[in-house]
Every structure is written in structure tokens, then in C-alpha cells.
């Protein structure tokens, strides 16, 4: 394999697209997205109704058509990124941020530590998508309540995925070697343990993200998190559900297919770190 | 040693190339070897330097993404057999052949008891051979690699074996079908000292017993000079010396097989320590 | 030649005889545990969350004596100690309190909406599970060569694609545009009723009542519900399956029976074998995930199962059957992790009887 690393800045990154070209058009998708929805002008006002233009097909007017209140699908879909990714991203900055201390404090080998993995296998036997609705339901659809969702479902993630590989790691030589040579815990778990889970922890951020998309979608698709008029992927896909069986596959057919392109460019982007991060240890 | 004896396995120009993403590697280049009757030929050289993967390669067991060309490879009773299809190889594996490998856990198969094992390759290579028969053959060759009360053995499985127990069940797997020729691959490895001898005694004992011939696999030049008739130096893919123990022992030819013969410690010499 | 024997008798013999039990026993001990954890949660949950659902109940216009009417029709006015002895009181004698909307006892809702999802899952998870398991193997057999390849693209694709939406894009397909799957209007259609009730699996209880035409159209409805979730979970399986194949057709002990002259058959089922422990946790997972985990799939195809019934539940803050619903979820995945437990450490003599 040639070495990216080693690379002067501008092969390096001819190296990365060659060799992930999937996560590089998907990265570069997100960020057309996201730069679109933010400050593109939208051909039309994403949150106008317009009776006399209800149900038109994708055409030259209307490139992804409309819905059934006639707004315009493809303004929708774009301004839903606006919504449905800034949730998504402060979703999976929580459980990060709740994950990483979490996940640290369960690699210790106390019986503390064998407890809390207990209590998470327990928790986990719960159906997460039924509390996470639960929760957002019951406090009475408040938006925060979808990133402490989207919190709830991967938080227990990151804190088996840092045990299970810290638990590892500690047993290496190099481990041992810089306890054996009297450094502290906190060095230890600083200077040695951390930087060698980095790879593993933005792997699971990159599809912390695709599950929140999910996540967020499902619960819009409920009619629970973001409501109407605010577009969102998840709404629209509620709104054209019951047009799929009539043939008007557009409402809900376009959202969808952002929601797909999404999860698959973070699921590309988690691949193209996995395989990065291997390649390091090896 | 007759040095007219029959030759058993007779290697031209071997090579093996194995596609990798980085491109076309060849780890072995133009190889030739001859094993005759009743000989045990030891294969010495670094790591790396392509003597696991001649044997493989002869057994045209390497994986897809390799290819195995040779002038000819001649296996006495079968023929030239480098154009063999993978279903004719498998007339050839383990009944002409047999192939005993490094880490002895590795080679059985986790699952399944030693019994199954030695019925999977009986019912393989013999058509009606039925359990209670495949059990008692079994029984039989655990006998013949010194285990004593291989009924219990055979029950079990092989996580319950120690490294040395393991190996002997592999060793009689591997001639439970008489193969005239025995690759093999570094058997020792991974095995205690005490333990590593004995397999050595055990595995010899048994090609020196059935007028069988072997090939040796190792790095190490005492066991060389112990077990083997003649030896073959391997470096980076290809042959640099071959001949008879005490020809390439005594007066290597080859600047690669004297610097392997000086960095053997000698009983009596002086140790350079610096200060 | 001297040949030191070996001590068959010093093997570690399998603790056959117990072993199995033991095994059985622990596990059902922590079963008893974890279910009582459960059933603890399941109360927290809906009694100390936040929020107040009284007054969601009663509606923004409600004013303070209707929302205290209903916290006292509710029992929410009670210290929650007495309202924790109250409810585990009645879990024991198999009370799961009553809907608040249906005013029929959890219990029997749940007893009837079960069947129908349990076949939906079972039938889904089969699916999921062969064609996975072909993919990934087929995949790992052929790695980076085009089956591996084309695996891996459609791989990618359903692992990526919200099943509630796959699932409403083959109504379109397979309903709107071909024609050939029925309306998605759940376990039958509108102008069937159901056969008598004897195992509340409807295409068991058809043939049954003898009627082959209902059991056909049963087996209809199931064809597009089935398909959604067998493709998005097939894709979790076939990357597992790719994963633990692959590993295991590269093992010595697979190039060992390749260098016995195994054939080619033969050699596969060493790999498999080696790899099915795995496959079989996998399989065990994935059931427990889409217990509840299906619930939206259920919704866009109006299938009248728990998952539907306990979405309707928790939209209109239908308190016990949202607490039931996350008590039978949550048993039924500890039942299977228990089940899955004894399972592998049957197949597996690696496994220790601890």
C-alpha cells in the first residue's frame, strides 16, 4: 500500500481520493448538502404551500415535484439537511462527549467497571428505538429530547467499544512496558492508552452520525422531534408514505434517497478510517 | 545411505507468484529439489525466504490470488503432476503426501472431536469406510505416535490437548493414509524444548520405520545436522546450495550458508563481550 | 527410536455429564435477575421521567382540577414507593395494569398482537439470516474478485437504506407498478376476516379452519413486510458472515484439511463449523433488536402487531402499554440472550459449563 502519511500534503490527498474513492464522494456529497442548505438560494420557499400546484410530478417547474400540499419537494429536501444533520451532529457530539469519560471510566479493572457493563448489557436488552420515542414523547416533543435520545442509543456504544479495545490494549507490551517504567495512570491513560483508540473512537463517531440521521428520521417519520412546517426528511417520507400506493413516489421517494446517500457516505466515511487506522497498527 | 536409491519427488524450476495490490511479488524463483527413497532432506533458510511456500507450491496450496509454475513436478507413481486440476491434487494430498504443520492447535479443526477428524479424511480418500472402522485405524495410529490410552483422546477435542499430545495427533493424521512422502513445515515451533525433541524423535522415527522419504522444513541448522541426509539452502526464493549434510556442514560454498554455519555458537568459543 | 509415551489420562476431560446443566441453571438464575432488573426499569421509566403526563394526557386547555382528577385516576397522586410495590404486586399475578384508552387489561392486548409479530420476526430473521450468510460467504470465498464485490455494493446499500423506507418503496414497486403484492393493509386484506382464533398465528390458524385460500393470502401480506426486513438485516449478516467466513477459511486448520486432500465440500463445512457460533449470536441479536426494533416497519404496512400497537401506545401517552411493552420486549431479549447462551455453549465445546 503507499504510504499516505509519508506523502508530501498534495499527493497525500490524490492518495486518500484513490484509495477511498467512496468516502471521498461522500464526504464531498455531505458538504454540498450542508453548503446548500445554509446559504444556496432555493428555487422556491421551502415552507410555502400552494393548492392549484398540489401532487405535480418531477419536471422541468418542479425538478423533484411536489407534495401534496404543493411545496416544492426538492427546496424541502435541501432545507432539510439544515435540521436533520445539525441534530444528528450535536446527537453524536453528546454521546461522544458522555461516551469517551464514560468509556475510559468502564476500562478500569475494578468491579465497578464489570458492573456498569452488567448494567449496559441489561439496558441494552431494551427495544432503543421504543424508549428514545418514549422519552421524546413524554416530555412533550421537546427537540433537545431527540439529541439526548440520539445520546441514549450510542452512549452504551462508545463505552464497550473503548473497554473492549482499551481491556486489549492494556495486556500489550508497550502497556507494560511504560507502567513497568513507573509512568502514572493519568500518563498512561493519556500518552499511551487514548491515542491508540482515537482510530477506533471516530470510527464509531463517523456512524454515530449515520445512526442519528436514522434516528432522527424515524422519530420525524412517527411525528415525534421535528414537527410541521419544519421540513425534514423523516416528515416528508410521513407525509409521502400514503402516496406510495398511489404512484406518487416523489414526496417521500426524494427524502429517502438523502437520507440513504447520507448514512452511506458515513458509513464509507467509518470504512475508510477503519481501514486507515489497521494499516497504522499493523 | 544408498545414493542410488529411487527418487520419490523430483522439483524443476519452481516458482510461485503471488498478486498483491501493491503489485506482482515472486517469493520463490526457479527452484529445484530432489528427494529420494528413504531420505530425510532438511530446508534451511531466514524467514521470508521462501521455503514454507515451496512446499505449498508443490501441493499447489496457495491461495487464488497465486500462481505455481514449474518444468515439472514429479511425484514417483503419479507422475508429472504440475498440470493437476485441485480435484486431482486432492488424489494427492494426504494419501501421496502427507503435510505436518507449525502450531499443532491451529491444524485441527476446533470443533469437531479427533474421531471425526480421522473419519472426515478416511471417508475423503476411501469409499465405505464406516465409523467403527475409521475409529479403530484411529486408535491405531495414536498408538503409533506414543499415546497411551487414545480412547479419551479421540472423545475429545482439541482445546483439551497440550501442545506436544496435539501435534502427535497431527503427525498421525498425517500418515493415517501411508503417504510415501511427508512435508514438514516447521513442525517444532511454538513447542517446548523438551517437547520439540521428542516430536523430532517421533517424526523421523516414524520415515525411518515405513521406508518413507521427508521433507524438513526449519531455520534451525542443529536440527539439520541431527535428522537430515541432505539439506537445501534457501535464500530470498531461490536455491543457493544443495548437497549432503556433511558436504554443505563442512565446506559451504555459498557466502550466505557460511555466514548461517558462523553464526551458530560453537561449544568453546569465546564470547565477545563488549566492555 | 525412543519415543517417551505421552499420559492419554492427563487429557482435560469435558465435564459431559453436568456440564450442560450447570450451564442451564446459571443462566436461568441470571434470567430471574436481569427480568426483575426489567420490570424495575420498565416502572422508572414511565413514573420519573420528565415531563408530566397528567397534563399531557388532559391536553393544553385542561385546567388544574382535571389534570389532578386524572394524576388520582391515574394513581400518579401516590407516593412512588407505593406505586413500585403496587405494580411489581401485579406483574407477579401476571397484572400488567389497564390501557388507558382501551380500559382492556395489557396483558390480553399484548397476548393477541404478539403472534402476529413474532411471525413477522421469526420469517424475517430466516430470511435475513440465508441470504446473509450466502452473501458473505460467497463474498469471503471469492474476496476482491467480482461476487465479492458486487456482495459488497448491495451490502453497503441496504445497510444504508431506513427499513421503514425500503419497505414503503417495494409497496410502490411490487404494489403500485407491477401489481403483484397485495394492498399493505397488514396480516390480510380489508374483506377477509380472520379464522377462528386457535394459535393467534393467522396463517396456522387458517389452514386449521381449513381455508387454503386465506392461508395463501396470509402468506401474501407476508411477502413484502418480510422482504423489507430480511434485505436490511441480510446486509448486517452478510458483513458479519464475510468478516467470520473469511477468518476462518484462512485458517491453518482449513489449510490443514486442504493439505489432507479434504475436498473442496468438505473444507467449507470445516470453515463454517468454525464460524457458525458466531453466526448463531449474530442470528439471536438480530431477533432481539427487531423485537420492538420492527415497530415502524409493522406501521408502514398497518401490520396489527406490538409494534404497532405499542407506537400508538406511547403517541398518545397510553402509560401501562407503554410500560408493558417495554417489559415484554425486554424479557423476550433476555429470554433469547439466554437461550443463545445455552445454544452456543452446546455447539461450541470450546465454550466452558461455568
Known amino acids: 500500500m503507499p504510504d499516505v502519511f509519508a506523502a508530501p500534503k498534495g499527493r497525500q490527498f490524490r492518495l486518500l481520493v484513490k484509495e477511498h474513492p467512496g468516502a471521498t464522494m461522500g464526504v464531498s456529497f455531505i458538504a454540498l448538502l450542508l453548503l446548500a442548505s445554509l446559504v444556496a438560494p432555493l428555487p422556491y420557499d421551502p415552507t410555502a404551500t400552494d393548492g392549484s400546484s398540489s401532487l405535480l410530478a418531477p419536471g422541468a417547474q418542479h425538478w423533484f415535484g411536489t407534495d401534496g400540499a404543493g411545496a416544492d419537494v426538492f427546496s424541502r429536501v435541501i432545507a432539510a439537511a439544515r435540521i436533520d444533520l445539525s441534530l444528528a451532529l450535536a446527537g453524536t457530539l453528546l454521546s461522544l462527549g458522555l461516551g469517551l469519560p464514560l468509556g475510559l471510566m468502564a476500562s478500569g479493572k475494578g468491579k465497578g467497571s464489570e458492573w456498569l457493563v452488567r448494567a449496559l448489557d441489561a439496558f441494552q436488552a431494551f427495544p432503543l428505538l421504543i424508549l428514545a420515542l418514549a422519552l421524546v414523547s413524554l416530555s412533550g416533543n421537546k427537540l433537545y429530547m431527540v439529541v439526548v435520545a440520539i445520546a441514549l442509543i450510542n452512549v452504551p456504544r462508545y463505552i464497550r467499544l473503548m473497554r473492549s479495545e482499551i481491556l486489549s490494549l492494556r495486556e500489550s507490551r508497550f502497556i507494560e512496558a511504560a507502567i513497568a517504567m513507573g509512568a502514572s495512570t493519568s500518563r498512561v491513560t493519556f500518552k499511551h492508552l487514548l491515542p491508540n483508540v482515537w482510530g477506533i473512537v471516530l470510527v464509531q463517531t463517523s456512524l454515530t452520525i449515520a445512526n442519528a440521521i436514522v434516528v432522527i428520521a424515524s422519530l420525524s417519520f412517527l411525528g415525534v422531534g421535528v414537527s410541521a412546517p419544519t421540513p425534514s426528511w423523516g416528515g416528508m417520507i410521513r407525509d409521502g408514505a400514503g402516496n406510495m400506493a398511489s404512484g406518487e413516489w416523489w414526496i417521500a421517494g426524494f427524502a429517502g434517497l438523502a437520507v440513504l446517500l447520507c448514512v452511506l457516505a458515513f458509513n464509507q466515511l467509518a470504512d475508510a478510517i477503519g481501514d486507515r487506522t489497521a494499516r497504522t497498527y499493523r | 545411505m544408498n545414493s542410488v536409491a529411487e527418487t520419490i519427488l523430483d522439483v524443476r524450476n519452481l516458482a510461485v507468484s503471488i498478486a498483491t495490490p501493491d503489485g506482482v511479488v515472486n517469493p520463490v524463483k526457479g527452484v529445484d529439489l530432489t528427494v529420494r527413497k528413504g531420505e530425510i532432506v532438511g530446508v534451511v533458510g531466514e524467514s521470508g525466504c521462501g521455503k514454507s511456500t515451496t512446499i505449498k507450491g508443490v501441493l499447489k496450496l496457495l491461495g487464488p490470488n497465486s500462481t505455481v509454475t514449474a518444468d515439472k513436478i514429479e511425484l514417483a507413481g503419479h507422475g508429472d503432476i504440475s498440470g493437476f486440476k485441485p480435484r486431482q491434487m486432492n488424489t494427492i494430498r494426504g494419501r501421496a503426501v502427507g503435510f505436518v504443520a507449525q502450531n499443532p492447535f491451529g491444524s485441527l479443526n476446533p470443533i469437531y472431536t479427533i474421531e471425526r477428524q480421522f473419519y472426515e479424511l478416511q471417508k475423503a480418500h476411501r469409499t465405505g469406510v464406516s465409523k467403527r472402522e475409521s475409529r479403530e485405524i484411529a486408535r491405531d495410529m495414536l498408538n503409533g505416535v506414543g499415546i497411551v490410552g487414545p480412547e479419551r483422546v479421540l472423545n475429545g477435542y482439541a482445546h483439551q490437548l497440550s501442545g506436544g499430545m496435539a501435534q502427535r495427533v497431527v503427525i498421525a493424521l498425517a500418515t493415517t493414509l501411508s503417504p510415501k512422502l511427508l512435508f514438514a513445515d516447521e513442525p517444532t515451533t511454538g513447542l517446548d524444548a523438551t517437547v520439540q525433541a521428542q516430536i523430532l524423535d517421533l517424526i523421523t522415527g516414524l520415515v525411518a520405520d515405513e521406508g518413507r522419504s521427508m521433507l524438513l522444513v526449519t531455520h534451525d541448522l542443529g536440527v539439520i545436522a541431527q535428522y537430515c541426509q541432505r539439506v537445501v539452502v534457501m535464500y530470498g526464493g531461490e536455491v543457493v546450495e544443495q548437497g549432503s549434510v556433511m558436504d554443505v556442514m563442512v565446506s559451504p560454498q555459498h557466502s550466505y550458508t557460511q555466514q548461517l554455519i558462523g553464526s551458530v555458537p560453537k561449544s568453546g568459543e569465546k564470547l565477545n563481550v563488549a566492555r | ?354
Open chain 3, 1 to 354: 527410536m525412543t519415543l517417551a509415551p505421552v499420559e492419554g489420562a492427563k487429557i482435560r476431560g469435558p465435564k459431559r455429564a453436568s456440564g450442560p446443566w450447570r450451564l442451564v441453571l446459571g443462566r436461568l438464575g441470571f434470567l430471574v435477575a436481569a427480568l426483575f432488573g426489567v420490570m424495575t426499569l420498565s416502572f422508572l421509566l414511565v413514573s420519573v421521567t420528565p415531563g408530566d403526563p397528567a397534563r399531557l394526557i388532559a391536553g393544553p386547555l385542561a385546567d388544574e382540577t382535571q389534570v389532578t382528577a386524572i394524576e388520582a385516576e391515574l394513581g400518579l397522586d401516590r407516593p412512588l414507593g407505593e406505586r413500585y410495590l403496587d405494580y411489581m404486586g401485579g406483574l407477579v399475578q401476571g397484572d400488567l395494569g389497564d390501557s388507558y384508552y382501551s380500559k382492556q387489561p395489557v396483558i390480553d392486548e399484548i397476548a393477541s398482537k404478539l403472534p402476529a409479530t413474532l411471525t413477522l420476526v421469526l420469517l424475517s430473521v430466516a430470511l435475513a439470516a440465508v441470504l446473509g450468510v450466502v452473501v458473505g460467504a460467497v463474498g469471503a470465498y471469492f474476496r476482491t474478485r467480482w461476487p465479492d464485490s458486487v456482495g459488497r455494493l448491495f451490502t453497503g446499500i441496504f445497510q444504508a437504506v431506513p427499513d421503514f423506507f425500503l419497505g414503503l418503496m417495494l409497496i410502490y414497486v411490487f404494489f403500485f407498478v407491477l401489481g403483484i403484492a397485495p394492498a399493505p393493509a397488514g396480516q390480510l386484506a380489508f374483506s377477509e376476516t380472520a379464522p377462528a382464533r386457535v394459535t393467534g398465528f393467522i396463517p396456522i390458524d387458517s389452514l386449521v379452519a381449513g381455508d387454503t385460500s386465506l392461508f395463501v393470502s396470509s402468506l401474501k401480506h407476508l411477502v413484502l413486510p418480510v422482504l423489507t426486513l430480511g434485505l436490511v438485516y441480510a446486509a448486517y449478516f452478510a458483513k458479519t458472515a464475510r468478516t467470520t467466513v473469511g477468518r476462518a477459511l484462512n485458517s491453518q486448520q482449513v489449510h490443514f484439511a486442504r493439505a489432507m486432500g479434504l475436498p473442496e465440500r468438505t473444507v467449507l463445512r470445516y470453515a463454517f463449523v468454525e464460524s457458525r457460533t458466531t453466526i448463531v449470536t449474530y442470528a439471536g441479536v438480530i431477533f432481539a433488536a427487531l423485537l420492538g426494533g420492527e415497530a415502524i416497519v409493522e406501521r408502514v404496512f398497518a401490520w396489527d402487531g406490538i409494534g404497532t400497537w405499542a407506537l400508538t401506545g406511547i403517541l398518545r401517552l397510553d402509560l401501562p402499554v407503554v410500560q408493558g411493552m417495554v417489559l415484554v420486549a425486554g424479557a423476550l431479549t433476555l429470554i433469547t440472550y439466554t437461550l443463545l447462551d445455552i445454544v452456543v455453549g452446546l455447539l461450541d465445546p470450546r465454550i466452558k459449563h461455568a
